[in-house]
């Protein structure tokens, strides 16, 4: 019973820290967002024996939502033996956050090497590659995501954003478009903003 409160208290904890995107005051913010810190805790083994790394997961992301990057990092390495992609990924956030590019580099390769992951933990996997591309301006990342997201007939809607960035990126703004209004979310002003791209001024009236 007392197990049980507990998932409850970390479910309800989870749910406050995930936050809508918010709109930007600059064109280029609205445009090109980035991966959101990974959440998956509904992933996580309900067993008694991993209640210290479920705990310390979350206490991980308290962390990287407050900017204690080195302190998250810390964490996550301990979460990598029990969570092993998503813990890889928020390693590799927190430290391109800290500008320390080389070891942010190796968290994200060790995901983006995996090819399974890219079946298996497909948010990841593309988030991996984006900003392997993001610190070397190397496209054969950009093209792997696509690639990924062609072999899913069912993209999360943090993948279908995660797509139109991409696509944008590559200045393929009619496909950006197509997948950001297929989106439950859709940002009106996003759109309008693609259509300004595709100098189509009529339907960027919003």
């Not at 390769?109 to 079946?119: F, H, P, W």
């Not at 301006?137 to 954003?161: A, F, M």
């Not at 997948?179 to 791209?197: E, G, N, P, R, V």
Request: aromatic residues 16%.
């Amino acid at each position: 019973y007392l197990i049980n409160n507990n998932f409850r208290f970390f479910l309800l904890l989870l749910s406050l820290l995930i936050i809508p995107s918010s709109s930007f005051s600059k064109e280029k913010s609205i445009i090109q967002s980035e991966p959101e810190i990974l959440f998956e805790f509904e992933k996580l083994k309900k067993k008694q024996e991993n209640i210290s790394l479920q705990v310390d997961f979350n206490k991980a992301i308290l962390y990287l939502e407050a900017k204690e990057y080195e302190k998250a990092i810390a964490v996550f390495k301990k979460t990598a033996t029990f969570l092993k992609i998503p813990s890889f990924l928020n390693i590799g956030i927190a430290y391109y956050e800290l500008n320390s590019y080389h070891n942010s580099k190796i968290y994200l390769e060790k995901i983006y090497n995996l090819e399974e992951a890219s079946y298996s933990n497909t948010y990841s996997y593309m988030s991996a590659a984006f900003y392997l591309y993001k610190m070397s301006n190397d496209l054969k990342y950009l093209e792997k995501i696509v690639y990924v997201s062609r072999k899913h007939k069912k993209l999360s809607e943090h993948s279908k954003r995660l797509m139109v960035d991409t696509y944008i990126i590559l200045k393929q703004y009619a496909k950006a478009l197509k997948i950001l209004k297929k989106m439950d979310f859709a940002s009106d002003l996003k759109i309008a903003l693609l259509y300004i791209k595709m100098n189509n001024y009529t339907q960027a009236d919003v």
